[in-house]
């Protein structure tokens, strides 16, 4: 069954090409937005907490301050609305799941830029 899954998401679910990002990395995050009839276009940017799930289920959260709140937002790898991602920075951190960078604030919510 789960072999059937797969085969029906490769074929059908259309492939977007999306630039590698990872945890730590600062990416923007292009989107479309409907409002009636109209359609616009938004971006968000901020850090990436998290990738998880694969295939045509996988999404990732992203986290950025909004004055002094944080907002965090979870997308699809494949939302249609998607228009683009573009990285903007490369972090270097040691884990996949960067939970922790909820709770840091100031000078220590500052995340190293990876040397390619």
Do not use: C, W
């Not at 992203?62 to 991602?85: C, D, H, Y």
């Amino acid at each position: 069954m789960e072999s059937l899954v797969k085969f029906v998401q490769d074929e059908f679910v259309t492939k977007k090409d999306l630039p590698e990002f990872g945890a730590g990395d600062t990416i923007t995050v292009y989107y479309e937005i409907r409002e009636g009839e109209k359609v616009r276009t938004q971006f968000f940017r901020g850090v990436v907490i998290q990738r998880r799930g694969s295939g045509a289920s996988e999404t990732f959260t992203i986290r950025k301050m909004s004055g002094t709140i944080g907002v965090e937002r979870i997308f699809p790898i494949n939302l249609p609305a998607l228009q683009k991602i573009e990285v903007n920075k490369r972090g270097k951190v040691r884990r996949a799941r960067i939970y922790y960078f909820r709770g840091l604030t100031g000078k220590k919510a500052r995340i190293k830029e990876r040397r390619h």
